[in-house]
């Protein structure tokens, strides 16, 4: 008999009070066990005795309970998890309150650490049975009640998704994506929560920028009221404030990173709401604030800010790479898995994601430092024979115009924290509390020097020796190397510099130096091979850029080069064509045949039946052409480059074609005819050319007509009315006409 799944399953028992059987549902209040799970609480961040004792208290009760769970039989477990809401609040307060790995943290005690340890891998352990509905062939759950009872008893939400995927990720990573995988799977509708979750992700990218008193776009930003402080910018906030704003931006582009990492499927979602555009710009505006903030703080905690530029550096390039997975699982995957008939959609999407980005020029020249354009848009131009050159060949123009003034720089991959494999098989992370040394990962170890100053690009030449002139105006009696060690110190900020030696505020390294030291002029390392340039550089003759040179091609010395007569006497090229063009004058009309050579040749065979098919038929008989023309063959003619003249022929030749070229060149006629005679062929020429465009003949005669007293003909009274009627079209514009409408309207005296 089949085994039945845990929701249908129904078990018999004793009832306590009246002592009879009876039948109730395995999974039914009655069967979970009374116990009490206590919360969880961190470690304390200083090693004080009695505070590590009470944690370890605690923590010991949480790890024997959550031991004690994992020990149960599948229906007692199912049974605890459902009905017990302190074993729901226990874990709930493990994934709150348990250090991250960029958190600060003081070195813990090793029993603490041991502790972590423990309890990290029970809690995972329990949420990784929790998420599995069938254990084995008897003990199983119905995938559409598993569903129903994650969902309907919030054993899983969207926040603990988000926190076990940045606690339990880096080390648990293939297990934790069947898991979330199959949470998905059995129950479709934590997708609507997640897309219902996308406005409170994306508003938090909004607090940041309104505590930071910056302003992201218009929709989102509102007005301050009257009674509110003043928003205070990075560069001018708390530096205790600055921590919180660093340490929450990291604390949310880790989690999301790791979400995504480990549920791609979710990429889609987070696309709908536009997530690529509004990730870009809050990077464009916050981090470059941010990064400015602290390189500014040179005269306060260098410690912090170094630890606070570490961390930023980190929060960036987790946001660069949510980007990059939302764009790979989004555009680039989709193309290289379907076929060439439905990718163009893809390729359209991440057309347009990047060209609503080519404003974010410092999000463009990060992302492509990280990640570089020029590939995706190989890989789509290889997978797509359709692809728009115009707008791919645009959309490079601005990458590369976002590298403008900027030195180009290649990020190094991180090295992930090593893991530990434990006995039960499960891999748990080396490191769940991070310790005094431990930094987020990030592939941009950049250290804060001196004040924790992040140093830009190396200033050099022409801007180094102005800076340097700068502060030797005002302070002469210095030496231009100490001036420069003060200005690298300080980030080759020369107002800096001059207020911290006039306030006696220099750096303990820079004070020990002497004054006066003199600039060392470093000598030009690059060789002199490579740093020449001219037009033979690279050529076939360069023996400096390549090992073999065609000799056969140096002539050493004067060439003797060849007068005209010997290029026209020399016929090599004459002879090498010749015995091709004798080839055209073979003209065979019969081919001869041996006896017998013919009997392979079907086609050749004679057919008599064929021939008296169209004996009733006069082919060609009424045609136009001769006999003559329909038979005979042009003969073949030899080119004259070929042919062997003889000079007699050559001179008759020459003499034949000047006479016709005497008799196709028209005679002069020196004849000077009348001058008359010509002005009346062109009047006769110009009245045509008038008559074919449409023009009348100018009747100004007929308007004139016969003086007064002796009547005018009929052809003047109608010319004369004509004009009337069309001389708006001449001169005066229709003046009498306007006259007219002016007087009736009143506007000239009658």
């Known amino acids: 008999?089949?085994?039945?799944?845990?929701?249908?399953?129904?078990?018999?028992?004793?009832d306590l009070k009246t002592g009879k059987l009876r039948t109730s549902p395995a999974l039914h209040p009655e069967q979970k066990a009374d116990r009490y799970f206590v919360l969880y609480k961190p470690p304390p961040?200083?090693?004080?005795?009695?505070?590590?004792?009470?944690?370890?208290?605690?923590?010991?009760?949480?790890?024997?309970?959550?031991?004690?769970?994992?020990?149960?039989?599948?229906?007692?477990?199912?049974?605890?998890?459902?009905?017990?809401?302190?074993?729901?609040?226990?874990?709930?307060?493990?994934?709150?309150?348990?250090?991250?790995?960029?958190?600060?943290?003081?070195?813990?005690?090793?029993?603490?650490?041991?502790?972590?340890?423990?309890?990290?891998?029970?809690?995972?352990?329990?949420?990784l049975r929790m998420s599995t509905h069938k254990e084995s062939k008897d003990h199983f759950i119905s995938p559409s009640a598993f569903g129903e009872i994650l969902y309907n008893n919030f054993l899983f939400d969207i926040p603990k998704?988000?926190?076990?995927?940045?606690?339990f990720g880096k080390g648990n990573s293939p297990l934790l994506k069947k898991m979330i995988?199959?949470?998905?799977?059995?129950?479709?509708?934590?997708?609507?929560?997640?897309?219902?979750?996308?406005?409170?992700?994306?508003?938090?990218?909004?607090?940041?920028?309104?505590?930071?008193?910056?302003?992201?776009?218009?929709?989102?930003?509102?007005?301050?009221?009257?009674?509110?402080?003043?928003?205070?910018?990075?560069?001018?906030?708390?530096?205790?404030?600055?921590?919180?704003?660093?340490?929450?931006?990291?604390?949310?582009?880790?989690?999301?990173?790791?979400?995504?990492?480990?549920?791609?499927?979710?990429?889609?979602?987070?696309?709908?709401?536009?997530?690529?555009?509004?990730?870009?710009?809050?990077?464009?505006?916050?981090?470059?604030?941010?990064?400015?903030?602290?390189?500014?703080?040179?005269?306060?905690?260098?410690?912090?800010?170094?630890?606070?530029?570490?961390?930023?550096?980190?929060?960036?390039?987790?946001?660069?790479?949510?980007?990059?997975?939302?764009?790979?699982?989004?555009?680039?995957?989709?193309?290289?898995?379907?076929?060439?008939?439905?990718?163009?959609?893809?390729?359209?999407?991440?057309?347009?994601?990047?060209?609503?980005?080519?404003q974010e020029k410092r999000f463009l020249r990060d992302y492509d430092a990280l990640f570089p354009v020029a590939d995706d848009v190989s890989l789509l131009q290889q997978a797509s024979s359709v692809l728009d050159e115009t707008r791919t060949a645009y959309i490079l123009q601005a990458v590369e115009c976002a590298w403008e003034g900027v030195e180009r720089r290649k990020a190094t991959d991180a090295k992930d924290p090593p893991v530990a494999e434990d006995l039960n098989g499960v891999m748990v992370t080396a490191e769940p509390v991070s310790g005094p040394s431990s930094h987020p990962e990030n592939s941009e170890e950049e250290e804060c020097m001196g004040t924790a100053a992040a140093l830009g690009p190396t200033v050099r030449g022409v801007e180094l020796d102005s800076l340097i002139s700068q502060v030797k105006d005002l302070l002469p009696d210095l030496g231009e190397g100490f001036i420069l060690a003060c200005l690298e110190h300080y980030g080759y900020d020369s107002e800096q510099v001059i207020n911290n030696i006039l306030e006696e505020r220099l750096a303990p390294a820079l004070s020990q130096l002497d004054r006066s030291l003199d600039r060392q002029v470093k000598p030009d390392l690059t060789p002199l091979l490579t740093s020449r340039h001219n037009v033979f550089q690279n050529d076939e003759f360069d023996v400096f850029s390549r090992d073999s040179v065609d000799l056969s091609r140096v002539h050493k010395g004067r060439r003797k080069e060849a007068n005209t007569r010997s290029l026209l006497n020399d016929k090599r090229e004459v002879v090498a064509q010749r015995q091709r063009y004798e080839q055209y004058s073979v003209v065979v009309e019969e081919v001869p045949l041996q006896p017998g050579e013919g009997l392979s040749y079907h086609g050749d065979d004679y057919e008599d039946e064929y021939d008296d098919t169209y004996d009733g038929n006069q082919v060609g008989a009424n045609d136009a052409d001769s006999d003559d023309e329909l038979i005979s063959r042009r003969p073949f003619t030899i080119p004259q480059v070929l042919r062997t003249k003889v000079p007699r022929e050559r001179q008759e030749v020459e003499e034949e074609e000047e006479e016709e070229a005497e008799d196709e060149t028209p005679k002069l006629d020196h004849f000077v005819q009348d001058p008359a005679v010509l002005r009346e062929k062109a009047e006769a020429r110009r009245m045509a050319f008038l008559a074919r465009k449409g023009y009348r003949h100018d009747s100004s005669t007929a308007v004139a007509g016969s003086p007064r007293g002796h009547g005018q003909s009929r052809d003047t009274t109608q010319e004369r009315r004509k004009k009337e009627a069309n001389k708006s079209t001449r001169a005066n514009h229709n003046r009498r006409t306007m006259a007219d409408r002016k007087r009736s309207k009143g506007m000239i005296p009658s």
Request: aromatic share 10%.
């Open 161 to 167: 998704m988000l926190d076990l995927c940045v606690l």
């Open 45 to 127: 961040k200083d090693n004080i005795p009695a505070l590590v004792e009470e944690y370890l208290e605690r923590a010991t009760f949480v790890a024997n309970d959550l031991d004690w769970l994992l020990a149960l039989p599948h229906d007692k477990f199912w049974c605890q998890v459902i009905f017990d809401e302190t074993l729901q609040k226990c874990l709930d307060s493990y994934l709150h309150y348990v250090p991250r790995k960029f958190d600060e943290w003081v070195a813990p005690a090793p029993e603490v650490v041991d502790m972590q340890k423990r309890l990290h891998q029970s809690v995972f352990l329990t949420f």
């Open 181 to 358: 995988g199959n949470i998905f799977v059995q129950q479709p509708s934590y997708y609507n929560d997640l897309d219902e979750t996308m406005p409170t992700i994306l508003q938090v990218f909004s607090n940041i920028l309104q505590h930071s008193g910056l302003q992201g776009d218009g929709a989102s930003a509102t007005p301050q009221k009257l009674e509110e402080r003043g928003r205070l910018t990075p560069n001018d906030m708390p530096l205790l404030e600055l921590k919180d704003v660093v340490l929450y931006l990291c604390d949310t582009c880790t989690t999301l990173w790791a979400f995504l990492d480990i549920f791609p499927l979710a990429c889609q979602t987070f696309q709908k709401h536009d997530f690529c555009y509004r990730l870009a710009s809050f990077y464009e505006i916050a981090i470059p604030e941010l990064e400015s903030a602290i390189k500014k703080r040179r005269l306060e905690d260098s410690k912090l800010l170094g630890d606070l530029w570490r961390r930023l550096s980190h929060s960036r390039k987790k946001l660069l790479e949510i980007f990059h997975i939302l764009l790979n699982h989004i555009c680039l995957l989709p193309v290289l898995e379907n076929s060439c008939d439905n990718i163009q959609g893809f390729i359209e999407e991440f057309l347009q994601i990047f060209s609503s980005l080519l």
């Open 1 to 14: 008999m089949p085994a039945l799944p845990l929701d249908q399953l129904q078990i018999t028992h004793k």
